[in-house]
């Protein structure tokens, strides 16, 4: 994610005036021209009220899913706010401040007790869903009990099942009485306020609090898995129809009252997003302005980004912002020989980080070196190479025969190497790393899996990992909030770690789930920031992850689309529950 705030101190605005969106004066078209290369990291670009158009939108793949109870891309969650309202959300700012929180359906933070277990929020008045009927506490609630049952719905984040006082409860399709009684973690002693009850305390569960978990949810339009086809909107955006692998579309909702959300425009009548395009033919659209952008949001693909920058008329329309996401290569110690971990530091050593970087398209377009988790956007990153790659980072070939030898396979071994099928760079990368890996002996076939289900039944799901051998599994990771903890708990703790739908694709180590635990409930930020380098350190001293990349995406944007920014809030992506078009 992802997805994909910190504990660290943030602004909680309690409002969020439009003009801080650049929104231009009396409708004008805002016809400024002022697109420069990474103008978009610090202001919108084009700035405009005016509305109509069609915002065109593509995918490369298909989603995840639009259902808020079973997403976890963070181009997903960025897209969900142009149809769904959450209790709080990112400020829809550029630059730093687009890392604060501010109020959406609820009227301000949470208010909490003394030993941060419960937390207490009040709705908006006025808030309605697409067909006009108000919006309930119990909704929220009723997505919240939804979003726990991971059977139905494996691929979400675990925030609210790992840290809800339970009590055994698993799913509103076992409860008889769903959205009435229900989860008992979660009291709405009236249709304006919803309190939250956890098991252990938590500082910053505001953050918890802009998950697409507290999308409601009107228990009588729910159909379970087949939610998908119609999600009821409370946004400034409805879907006319929606085709799971080929396109949908969303056309305005009349019962959006902006006057309830200061933090969103509704400016194109209709958003059209087409599924499954090829990417390179992706990128030639947006290029020839026959696309408005990349809804990924991951930058454009090698041949683009080669001819972006080398034209300064294309360059000026495009970004390349540091975001907290990192590309690695998750190391499946369930996986024979990679339950030795002598086996796993061989992969550390012998991979050629420079290749891989050159595979994503370079440090402009792909990103910067790794050699650790925590990028230098989280709090409390420290600059530390466990396994140092050799002279221009090609890869230490001694030092990883050394470990192969210490693993008992001295001639190397055979594995498997997966990648998403729609993503051209991770395909590449994982080429990449295939070429190094065999210089000392390790065989890595690379199989490619659709990014829709990847995570779902693939890569995600443990039990097919170990029974395919899936040793290697090719992996970006960006923060749901920029911290520590939205960051690492996801990919690093054991406890997380389900049937399918997986983001933690083999880190089990005990030691890592104490300074996990420890970092959470730590108040001071110094202190806390300091536990979790500790987290990253022993994950890389136990080399269940590969770091290569800090990412960089080569955004293009072309020049007919308004109000272009990038929300660091919102992983590096284009914010797109601000974007106009000509």
């Known amino acids: 994610m992802r997805r994909s705030i910190p504990l660290v101190a943030t602004g909680l605005a309690a409002t969020l005036a439009l003009a801080a969106c650049g929104g231009g004066s009396g409708g004008s078209g805002g016809t400024s021209g002022d697109g420069t290369f990474n103008a978009a990291l610090t202001k919108p670009v084009n700035a405009s009220t005016k509305t109509g158009g069609t915002l065109r939108l593509a995918n490369s793949g298909d989603w995840d899913n639009v259902d808020p109870a079973d997403t976890y891309y963070a181009y997903s969650w960025d897209f969900a706010r142009l149809y769904g309202r959450t209790l709080m959300m990112f400020k829809s700012v550029p630059g730093k401040e687009g890392t604060d929180l501010t109020p959406d359906l609820a009227q301000g933070p949470g208010q909490h007790s003394a030993d941060l277990k419960t937390w207490t929020y009040k709705l908006k008045p006025g808030i309605k869903y697409e067909d006009g009927t108000p919006v309930r506490a119990q909704d929220i609630k009723y997505d919240v009990e939804r979003t726990l049952d991971k059977k139905v719905f494996p691929n979400g984040p675990t925030y609210f099942n790992d840290y809800l006082d339970l009590q055994g409860y698993t799913s509103p399709y076992a409860d008889k009485t769903p959205g009435k009684l229900g989860l008992k973690a979660v009291e709405t002693p009236d249709d304006q306020t919803i309190i939250f009850h956890l098991k252990k305390p938590f500082a910053a569960f505001d953050y918890f609090a802009m998950l697409p978990s507290t999308m409601p949810v009107p228990p009588a339009k729910d159909t379970g898995a087949n939610y998908k086809q119609h999600v009821v909107a409370t946004g400034p955006y409805k879907f006319e129809n929606y085709t799971p692998g080929k396109s ?25 997003v087409q599924l499954g395009i090829n990417a390179d033919d992706l990128d030639n659209r947006l290029i020839n302005g026959s696309l408005d952008s990349d809804v990924v ?212 180590d005990p030691e890592v789930d104490k300074l996990v635990d420890k970092a959470a409930t730590t108040a001071d930020a110094t202190a806390r920031n300091d536990l979790w380098a500790q987290v990253d350190a022993k994950v890389m001293d136990d080399a269940y992850i590969m770091p290569f990349l800090d990412v960089k995406g080569l955004l293009y944007r072309p020049p007919g689309v308004k109000n272009v920014f990038v929300n660091q809030g919102l992983n590096g992506l284009y914010d797109y529950a601000q974007m106009g078009v000509k």
Request: charged fraction near 20%; glycine fraction near 10%; aromatic fraction near 8%.
């Open 248 to 272: 949908m579309t969303l056309v305005r909702n009349t019962n959006w009252d902006p006057a309830t959300d200061p933090n969103r425009k509704q400016l194109p009548d209709r958003i059209e």
């Open 297 to 508: 949001g991951t930058g454009v693909q090698a041949a683009a980004a080669a001819k972006i920058q080398s034209q300064p008329r294309l360059k000026k329309n495009a970004d390349s912002a540091p975001t907290a996401r990192l590309w690695y290569t998750a190391i499946s110690g369930d996986v024979a020989p990679f339950d030795n971990v002598h086996c796993r530091r061989a992969v550390e050593y012998a991979a050629d980080k420079q290749a891989m970087q050159t595979a994503f398209g370079g440090p402009l377009s792909g990103g910067d070196i790794a050699t650790h988790l925590l990028m230098p956007l989280i709090p409390g990153s420290k600059d530390i190479n466990p396994y140092p790659s050799g002279a221009g980072n090609h890869g230490d070939i001694a030092k990883a025969k050394q470990e192969l030898a210490a693993c008992g396979k001295p001639n190397g071994f055979k594995t498997v190497l997966t990648a998403r099928t729609e993503r051209t760079k991770e395909v590449n990368g994982a080429l990449a790393l295939q070429q190094s890996l065999a210089k000392v002996g390790i065989q890595a076939e690379i199989k490619k899996f659709p990014q829709g289900d990847y995570f779902k039944l693939y890569a995600g799901k443990p039990e097919y990992v170990k029974k395919n051998g899936l040793g290697l599994i090719m992996m970006a990771w960006g923060a749901d909030w920029p911290e520590g903890f939205g960051y690492l708990s996801q990919i690093v703790d054991s406890r997380v770690i389900r049937d399918a739908g997986n983001t933690n694709l083999g880190v089990k």
